[in-house]
């Protein structure tokens, strides 16, 4: 474990972080089911609807299926491509077991899944992190079976709207995708066992204490992942 202060952050490698959502821009819809973006193009689209997703080889969080909450970051790709074949598709992301990565140089920045069995990375907004120059969230989720293809957010015209839309309506991957019906482990999401603010798990029997922040007056928790304290005391 790390600490720095001015605020302060914190990386956890133990198992108490299996309760952790990813908190900002929204909530999930159902247990760990979130709305999420992934941009594409036309082509591509009809085989992702067709066939599922396919995880990418590499990228900067690792191997998988990249997407964000934010679907700003989605328009921007594929990067490169004229935006009359650009695709963006709302999904349904069952995120499971969710590992924060919010800084460059992170020690779990690719071995999330393969050696702590994490099942998405979240990068937040604005973290700073030089790869993401945007500060637009991205997240990389390893296993595609926990992504549903829930409808077209952008298409160049109608007419591929109507086509992206039919093909969904028949998709096989229609329903019982997204691993909506799967363990996750871990606390509920429902925040049974979990501590409000910090998001980590606490049982009824060792309930965390929270505080104010001498500086700025947040109502923080010392096991918080991080705190930058907006108050020139604080830095």
Partial sequence: MSVSYNGWEVVYDDESTLGVELTEAQTPKDGKTYTMYHGTTVQTARLIIANGFRQS???MLGAGVYVS??????ER???GAHVAARVVLTLDVDVGRVK???KDGHPMQKSWHTQHKYDTAWVPPNCGMKAVPSGLEEDCVFDPQRIRVAGVALAPDSIVLAELRRLIGQSPHRSGGGGAGRSSGGGAAGGR???AVCNRKSPPSNTHTLQQCWGCGQKICTFMVKHVCSASLCG
């Fill in 69 to 74: 909450r934010d679907q700003k970051k989605a």
């Fill in 77 to 79: 790709y594929p990067l």
């Fill in 100 to 102: 924060r990565i919010d």
């Fill in 57 to 59: 080889p590499d990228g």
């Fill in 193 to 195: 066992g979990v501590c």
